[in-house]
């Protein structure tokens, strides 16, 4: 068996957090670890075994649920974090050695695969005084292809990011109880879906951060929007696998 053979998988370590292993590159999506951010409670803790030996970070955009820096912290200010161009500064001013600042269509070579920055179709700033830089989407090319969307709303050009996409990775909820703009829902996740077409879908940005005044009741309806997305897509977009993956649950890409 080869090395690619043996590291094609991924792993959902919560939100927007995915270890994507693939022929023995390991990135990892939007890193946001800590139990607590600002008013928002993890429900469950990020398997620490899939952050050893990772390659480099991506980073989708600029808010405080997807650019955490004292999760970034934690993984080594010496791996390489891919940011969107004009998120840098950020880091830099945290001592961060490799940042790498991406726009749209911009390729990286990192170890084995080729990382290419993607539209994404979200308004990110840090506050009305911080940073503010465009958001992006991440599609991993290997072996193997997987789009990363970061958070977005639809677009046209989603069409056109990958003919042959083997796998999706879309947001599908937020912390909330409403998914605003920008952002997708189940319903419109399976919209995505019609226009990626890829041959398989992980739902991710469920089920991971409440704010901390949810109850009991409401906590359990974060795990609905899979089902949601299950049903929809059974209707809409019947091609596509969802492979609906459990607390730090992983996905082999074969």
């Not at 480099?56 to 004292?70: E, I, K, N």
């Not at 001013?93 to 790498?100: S, T």
């Not at 990192?110 to 503010?132: F, N, Q, S």
Request: some cysteine; charged content about 25%; hydrophobic content about 45%.
């Amino acid at each position: 068996m080869t090395v690619e053979e043996q590291h094609r998988r991924v792993v959902w370590l919560g939100h927007a957090t995915v270890l994507v292993d693939l022929d023995g590159t390991k990135l990892l999506t939007d890193p946001v670890l800590r139990p607590r951010i600002a008013h928002l409670r993890r429900a469950w803790a990020a398997d620490s075994r899939a952050l050893r030996g990772l390659d480099a970070v991506l980073v989708s955009h600029v808010h405080f649920d997807h650019l955490d820096l004292p999760s970034l912290e934690r993984l080594g200010r010496s791996l390489p974090v891919v940011v969107p161009r004009g998120a840098g500064g950020l880091l830099r001013k945290r001592r961060f050695e490799q940042v790498v600042e991406v726009a749209v269509g911009e390729e990286l070579r990192i170890g084995a695969v080729t990382v290419v920055a993607t539209e994404a179709e979200h308004d990110a700033d840090r506050g009305p005084l911080g940073t503010k830089a465009p958001s992006l989407g991440y599609l991993v090319r290997g072996t193997r292809s997987v789009y990363f969307a970061g958070d977005t709303d639809l677009f046209p050009g989603m069409a056109e990011i990958c003919p042959g996409l083997d796998l999706a990775l879309l947001p599908i909820a937020g912390w909330g109880a409403k998914t605003g703009p920008g952002h997708l829902d189940p319903r419109r996740a399976t919209e995505a879906l019609r226009l990626l077409r890829p041959q398989a879908c992980v739902p991710v940005h469920w089920g991971t951060y409440h704010p901390l005044t949810w109850d009991a009741t409401r906590r359990l309806a974060m795990e609905l929007p899979p089902e949601e997305l299950r049903r929809a897509a059974a209707e809409l977009a019947p091609e596509v696998r969802i492979e609906v993956l459990g607390r730090n649950g992983a996905l082999d890409l074969g």
